[in-house]
DNA sequence: CGGATTCTGCATCAATCGCTACATAATCCA
DNA sequence: TGGATTATGTAGCGATTGATGCAGAATCCG
């Protein structure tokens, strides 16, 4: 916050002074892990040394403090898992397949880190830092808008009809995928998530089959 | 835990001494609510003494410790809810029924609460207390083999076909329910967790139309 | 080399953590 | 009333919390 050199890693500039002993993205990614898995208050300071094997005055150098490390690990988890949640999402033809994709991905993802999303799970607001919840808080308000713009689009090309409602069928797809974190996290293994998959798409075709206005 | 006497309240036996100045299950009440609300690690005791209006040792001669608490405010929890979660579905007169007042009336008491199901978003296990942990656990994994016993119940009625997957339909349910809460906590209405139910229900019909076996 | 700069390890800060000892207050039974 | 029992309030326990001061080490530039 204080010192604007210190977040940014001053990529062009040439560091002076003494060089620092540890990897900054490793000691970030064992960070993330750690918050990933225990939350945010659960999670210690001498917890995060432990795990990213320094000091903690090397831990406030280089990332300021537990608040924005834990945002920077946010970052970096959202950079981390960008490509695996959206990359069949972006290169899908139509809505339809976008959202299967979509939802396959997740499951992929989930039955591997089995510690369900670190967006979707976190409760930091809710913890008292309203900061952190804020983040976050956008972060999977982002989801929504992006599963929406995609309908609106699948709309625009007249794939889906104008009159169904948009806000709908992106809240259900929304929260089957949240849903699936949760049960993920209770050990739930790949094959019972794509089934949860499958039925959700189910429910899309029949919403979409159904006449707009009841 | 040491004292039988304490945690059972007594309820028949004359109590001596020095009698209680506050309620007790007002006290547990709002431990209950904070719990609920900010999580057990983010909850600390001064936090507690606060909402409970009392001081330490006496939350300590009532509850025992933290955990205790904690253990409590669950059960606690469970008792004023059950009736409203669980009443629809085993009122109702099929298994469809029952899911839908099930889901239904879990979407009415989300929209009701805003921070979601205690026992769904519960972290404790990750936090790093297993014990309470497995209690959120075993709490959860009861809805499922509810929902899994509705449906076998159904199939021995000939409701629905033996060769439907229970467990699909089970995971599927729970899954959707579980997603709700995620939803409700960062701010969705009543009439969007009705659409999703909505739209769970149409996933349900649609399943049970498909052939078994694919 | 010397001086500036930056990082590391030791030691520690004030504050808070979960929890309790102790003296006093309020009730019961006799 | 007096002794037994239980609850309350003050005050504080040792441990841990998030976060630093400081001396020394390691690099840079000149």
């Avoid at 960008?82 to 992929?108: C, I, K, Y």
Wanted: aromatic share 6%.
């Amino acid at each position: 916050m204080q010192n604007p050199e210190s977040s940014g890693e001053g990529c062009g500039t040439v560091r002076r002074g003494r060089p620092r002993a540890f990897d900054r993205e490793k000691a970030l990614a064992a960070a993330m892990h750690l918050f990933w898995r225990k939350g945010y208050s659960a999670t210690s300071i001498s917890d995060l040394t432990a795990a990213m094997g320094i000091g903690s005055p090397s831990l406030y150098a280089a990332f300021g403090s537990k608040e924005a490390l834990y945002a920077e690990a946010l970052e970096h988890y959202g950079r981390m898992h960008e490509a695996t949640a959206w990359g069949g999402f972006l290169a899908a033809a139509t809505a339809r397949d976008a959202v299967e994709a979509f939802l396959r991905d997740t499951a992929a993802g989930l039955s591997e880190a089995a510690n369900g999303c670190m967006v979707t799970l976190s409760a930091v607001g809710a913890e008292g830092h309203e900061e952190l919840g804020a983040l976050v808080t956008s972060a999977r308000n982002a989801t929504l808008i992006r599963l929406e713009e995609r309908i609106e689009q699948a709309k625009a090309a007249g794939e889906i009809d104008r009159l169904v409602d948009t806000h709908r069928l992106a809240r259900f797809v929304q929260t089957v995928q949240n849903g699936m974190s949760l049960i993920a996290r209770d050990g739930a293994e790949l094959g019972e998530l794509i089934a949860v998959v499958d039925m959700a798409m189910l429910a899309w075709d029949a919403q979409l089959r159904e006449p707009p206005h009841v």
